[in-house]
T-cell receptor
């Protein structure tokens, strides 16, 4: 089967670092994607990993371990505007995305 | 360079009616996927179109159908609307790939069923 798990909610303080974990049990995943979604808006692509390891993109980094079925999104120097839902999604070889339910991050001053 | 565009933005229908949602993919993209997102949930895959054909389908009833045109734009049709069809409908476009290319989403159509 295909399943993606991530925490429902997280809180953090402005300027801090937060790590959002994602675990998956599936066959046929070729890439692991992270999207940001503000309330009432569409998901915005943040990063993706096809190979194991860390991908860095400004304040955002994403990590993948295929052998462990594990990924995380790291957000540094948190800003108030980072308050949003963060969606972990697996990309199947068939080019279909399987999403988790999303992690709602609240950043406090 | 225009991104993915969807219309309409909002729509209100009553049970039993039919609805058509439209999507234009990002320039250069040839694959269009449709997703349904209920409140507080992640998007759920409905189906995907490539070369004007439905290439794969998620766990949605036949009331959900679609079409892709030669210019790669796409439509999602839903017949016999139910209250449970109320959701944000997202269109995503990408280059044909094997799950290793990001999909880019439009702003969505928020469908409310009364």
């Amino acid at each position: 089967g295909q399943n993606i798990d991530q925490p429902t909610e997280m809180t953090a303080t402005e300027g801090a670092i937060v790590q959002i974990n994602c675990t998956y049990q599936t066959s046929g995943f070729n890439g692991l994607f992270w999207y940001q979604q503000h309330a009432g808006e569409a998901p915005t692509f943040l990063s993706y990993n096809v190979l194991d390891g860390l991908e860095e993109k400004g304040r955002f980094s994403s990590f993948l371990s295929r052998s462990k079925g594990y990924s995380y999104l790291l957000l540094k120097e948190l800003q108030m505007k980072d308050s949003a839902s963060y969606l972990c999604a697996g990309g199947l070889y068939t080019d279909k995305l399987i999403f988790g339910t999303g992690t709602r991050l609240q950043v406090f001053p | 360079d225009a991104g993915v565009t969807q219309s309409p933005t909002h729509l209100i229908k009553t049970r039993g009616q039919q609805v058509t949602l439209r999507c234009s993919p990002k320039s250069g993209h040839d694959t269009v996927s449709w997703y349904q997102q209920a409140l507080g949930q992640g998007p759920q895959f409905i189906f995907q179109y490539y070369e004007e054909e439905e290439r794969q389908r998620g766990n949605f009833p036949d009331r959900f159908s679609g079409h892709q045109f030669p210019n790669y734009s796409s439509e999602l049709n839903v017949n016999a609307l139910l209250l449970g069809d109320s959701a944000l409908y997202l269109c995503a476009s990408s280059l044909d790939s094997q799950g290793d290319q990001p999909q880019h989403f439009g702003d969505g159509t928020r469908l409310s069923i009364l």
